[in-house]
């Protein structure tokens, strides 16, 4: 009987491994898809596990689709023709997968690191990813400068400043285009589609229901005129209204402008499934 408990237990252990190695096929396609230097090899990589509403979002870029994906790493390379990936250990929950990497010059220097999230569809897919860099990571000088002269910039920052540091709606209200579309991710207990102003009023009080909110680290901001797009990566640190507990997380915002007003917000938290517990959590 023992042996027969026995051998059903490696059956089950077996089929387990063999869920998460499928699971992993995809991210192990998507890791070659960035050591691959050829742009047509590397195309035809990225068909095999990305969907043209796949998503790709960091806080230098955000793109839907394979040829956009395939154009973001060929921007990388020409810019870092030497550089070496390497990545970690994998975590999979559901259909969810995370690892940490770095990518090193050809003398073995760090030119930067961080943690991505992939959210896969099941069928050997990548429906999205998220990347969030090391907080030791920041762009160079002539980034930084080329970023802060940009309008689309001034008009976040002053978003920003506004939200977070004045508490000033009014002045707030005058960087956001009517009709203006907020989405907060579904998982969180303010979660949903908010349209124009007053509907975005209405989901700041909500949220502040649920914490006390303070800014760990100041946004850096990357910004391309050329599609009226600015992307900022910050981290927040909150109170739980309910437990009482404090939590750090890392976000990354994605703003779409349109006659120097925005017209689109969307958040991406370092791990959306945490922060929504975390906010529901009792004492």
């Keep these: 009987m023992r042996k027969i408990y026995f051998i059903c237990f490696l059956f089950i252990l077996n089929n387990v491994f063999a869920q998460k190695k499928d699971k992993l096929n995809p991210i192990a396609v998507y890791e070659k898809v960035w050591q691959e230097r050829s742009s047509d090899a590397r195309l035809k990589l990225i068909k095999t596990i990305w969907l043209e509403d796949s998503t790709f979002e960091d806080p230098s870029a955000s793109i839907k689709g394979a040829v956009a994906l395939n154009n973001v790493i060929n921007e990388f390379y020409k810019k870092n023709p030497d550089a070496i990936l390497t990545s970690g250990s994998k975590v999979v929950k559901d259909n969810y997968v995370s690892w940490d990497w770095k990518i090193l010059d050809s003398k073995n220097k760090l030119i930067m690191a961080g943690r991505d999230f ?16 090391d907080q030791e990571v920041t762009p160079s000088e002539t980034e930084i400068l080329k970023n802060l002269e940009s309008d689309n910039y001034k008009v976040v920052a002053k978003y920003y400043e506004s939200l977070f540091k004045t508490r000033d709606f009014n002045t707030m209200a005058t960087t956001i285009e009517e009709g203006a579309i907020y989405n907060q991710a579904e998982g969180l207990p ?14 700041f009080t909500k949220s502040a229901e649920f914490f006390d909110l303070e800014i760990e680290k100041e ?5 391309d005129a050329t599609k009226n797009e600015v992307i900022i990566y910050f981290t927040i640190k909150c109170k ?4 009482g507990k404090t939590l750090s997380m890392p976000i990354s915002e994605h703003f779409d402008l349109k006659n120097g007003k925005i017209t689109a917000i969307r958040p991406f938290y370092f791990d959306t499934k945490q922060f929504a517990e975390f906010l529901k959590s009792k004492k």
Excluded: C, D, H
């Design 118 to 133: 992939a959210r896969l569809n099941g069928k050997g897919q990548v429906s999205k990813i998220i990347g969030f860099w």
């Design 190 to 203: 303010y979660g949903g589609t908010y349209v124009g102003f007053n509907e975005w009023t209405k989901m």
């Design 219 to 223: 946004p850096v901001y990357f910004s």
């Design 240 to 243: 739980a209204k309910k437990s």
